[in-house]
């Protein structure tokens, strides 16, 4: 999976590994599969919803929950076109599993103390697996929305940020932890969390690991909308809705160039918007020229 926001005009970020042997990677989990997980993904039509789905330990997560949704990404069917990231029951997530800080760790995933004893390199590869599960929802072929009620604790921020888009319930409650934790913050939340509050406002809130409650959230821009939790399905429903109403290539294609934007000057933006509207006027002419049959 490319994760690049900087693909050039003419590809849609939809590639598939077509070609050559399939291997394990490429296959889908199955229902089962990401239930033992504590996951549920759904898709109906262009829409595809990714559920944390372990309410009663508060959706927290795994290396196993980051693998799935690695997973999730890079077989992804298609014609998506909105994935909808949501947790069950009165949290988004509370962040990482507690557990990987005890000496028995998670059942089969080991814990801190097993992943501080790998090489640096190893370990950073292990940090990288994990980011995977995060990076893919940038992609510029989809937009992904974070609905968010209750708490969204570090890595549960995290996951939020990694969304292109968030709404909140009343009562959500953003909060990085990990700079308490004495850990810093590396699921791919740190980049998002600047480019939208700043460089200052990044620094406070990460190193005091204060709550952000949803109206300060909607205020910062780490919200695009905050309703009365009751009405958050409808109102996630609502927006991916209105999403699919612009022409997807065109929409991937905007996508590129809004995401590129920060990291480009002026004349270089205005040069990426000349490259993507020559293809999008050669495909649209191409299209209106071609023969009737
Ligand atoms: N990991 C594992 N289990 C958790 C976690 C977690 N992160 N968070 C909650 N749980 C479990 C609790 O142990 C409890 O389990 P039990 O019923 O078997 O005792 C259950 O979920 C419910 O938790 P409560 O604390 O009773 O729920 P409440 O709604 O009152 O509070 C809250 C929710 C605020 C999220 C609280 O559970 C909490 O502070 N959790 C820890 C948050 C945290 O520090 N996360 C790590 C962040 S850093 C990072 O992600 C890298």
Redesign the pocket.
């Known amino acids: 999976i490319s994760a690049s926001e900087g693909a050039g005009p003419g590809t849609n970020g939809t590639r598939r590994r077509s070609e050559g042997v399939r291997g394990e990677a490429d296959r889908a989990l199955g229902s089962e599969e990401l239930a033992e997980i504590g996951m549920r993904f759904e898709v109906d039509g262009e829409i595809a919803t990714i559920t944390l789905d372990r309410p009663?330990?508060?959706n927290?997560?795994t290396f196993a929950t980051w693998s799935a949704l690695a997973r999730i990404g890079s077989t992804l069917p298609g014609h998506v076109r909105v994935v909808v990231v949501r947790g069950e029951g009165?949290?988004f997530s509370?962040?990482?599993?507690?557990?990987m800080f005890t000496p028995e760790g998670v059942p089969g995933q080991g814990s801190f103390a097993s992943v501080a004893a790998l090489d640096s390199d190893a370990f950073e590869r292990r940090i990288q697996e994990a980011q995977q599960g995060f990076l893919w929802l940038r992609r510029p072929d989809i937009v992904s929305i974070a609905a968010v009620q209750?708490?969204a604790?570090?890595?549960?921020f995290q996951l939020a940020l990694s969304c292109d888009l968030r709404i909140l319930a009343e009562d959500a409650r953003f909060c990085m932890?990990?700079p308490a934790?004495g850990?810093v913050?590396d699921l791919t939340g740190t980049k998002p969390l600047v480019d939208i509050v700043g460089v200052a406002r990044a620094v406070e809130i990460c190193l005091t690991a204060r709550v952000v409650e949803a109206g300060e959230a909607l205020r910062l821009g780490l919200a695009e909308q905050v309703v009365p939790r009751e009405d958050l399905e409808a109102a996630t429903a609502k927006l991916a809705s209105a999403l699919l109403t612009t022409d997807r290539a065109a929409a991937a294609a905007t996508k590129r160039l809004l995401r590129g934007a920060p990291r480009r000057s002026l004349e270089e933006q205005a040069a990426a918007e000349r490259a993507e509207q020559v293809v999008r006027v050669q495909t649209l002419f191409a299209a209106s020229a071609a023969p009737e049959r």
Do not use: F, V, Y
């Not at 509370?94 to 557990?99: F, K, N, T, V, Y």
């Not at 604790?153 to 549960?156: E, F, H, K, P, S």
């Open positions: 009663d330990k508060r927290a997560q009165p949290s509370a962040g990482i599993d507690l557990r209750g708490h604790i570090g890595a549960g932890k990990e934790l850990l913050p």
